[in-house]
């Protein structure tokens, strides 16, 4: 006999790689641990006719030829089943959480996935192997619970290539809605109650910062969003968590902060992983000690004074500008050659006024375009001075829908800060 399972307390991910690896394997008898996740025994409970599970009881009884262990790798993970501990031919083991095993497999496949379903999911593209819309519904569910929506720090391109593949088998996403966890459940309104009862409040560089360290049992959805509620609910300029799966022996660093001089983004790349200027996560594999991790943070937090990039760092100079002078033909053909939609107006390195594309095109009659630019541009303009944040001039150039600040050093323009130089910031393409 050939049998396939997983891991107790089984989520999507682990019932999607179950049932995934039963069609890679038809003849193995799917064995579903006693206790399984709320949500996926709510799906069960309407899917279950689906699928023809087997019981440990059966399979225990026979002589087990090949067993296929999914999204783990260790013998006392998988319930009923463990028992078969040295009585079965070969083990094949489908895992993504990167602890070593200790089931001697003959056939090991473990990567640095966010989910194991993508492990799977890939096999059964391989094989070309038939995927029904209800299939790829819980594949997706797995990968979805997994990489909490592709959005955690684990998630890969292969779990979005997975995800892709299974929308075009027909997964179903309203399905998928009703079944994984809300964001903000049960789970976590104990961890934002913990997070808020064990919070630190530390002050680092003038700031308020909140920092607590907590215990993960299993996969827990909606993290970031926990540590954003508690760090309006602390109203702290910046909040951080640290969690441990003592189990995974990993550790995830969640930050949020809400002061344009914490850039939790740039913190996070430096411990490996990524995100915005105000919010961020970063993976910490092989590292199960919260305290050296929280040290770590708040030593990033001293130095991230120095880090915060400025528009003055990104801005484009030399600037080309008009003089006041120049006419309105000129000045129109000037932005047509250079593509842009508007240039600054300066009179002896003094800012006066900026020419737009729009002013250009008020210019309409012959006697109009001979006219000097001083008599178009616009004189109320808005400009930054070089240390202003990125996020603050992004957030002004949005609100007075500009797409470039004049930026401005005693009285002189010493460059120009436009949505592209934004774009560097945000997408994370800063030079090193
Ligand atoms: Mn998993």
Redesign the pocket.
Known sequence: MDAVTTHNST?F??LASLVACGLLHPQAKLVLPTRVNPNVKAFLSIHKDLFAFASAKEVTGATVENLFVV?TNQWKRIDKLSSLKGKVGRVHVWD?HGAETDMAPAFECEASVG??TTLLVEQLKEKGAVITPMQATLFLAGIYE?TGNLTFPSTTSRDAYAVAYLLEHNGELDVLENFLRPAYGPKQKDLLNEMIGKAQRIKVNGHAIAICQLELAGHAFGLSLVVHMARDILNVDAAFAIFTEPEQKRSIVIGRSGVDSIDVGAMMRVMGGGGHPSAGSAMLKDVDNPAGVQEWVLELLKDNRRSVVQIGDLMSFPVESFAPETTMEEAAQKLKDRGFSGMPVVDDGVLVGILSIRDVEKAKSGSQKKQPVKAFMARNIFTAPPDMSVPRAARLMVKYDIGRIPVVENGKLIGIFTRSDAMLYYYDLLPE
């Open positions: 989520d991910d682990a999204d993504h989910a194991c997994d």
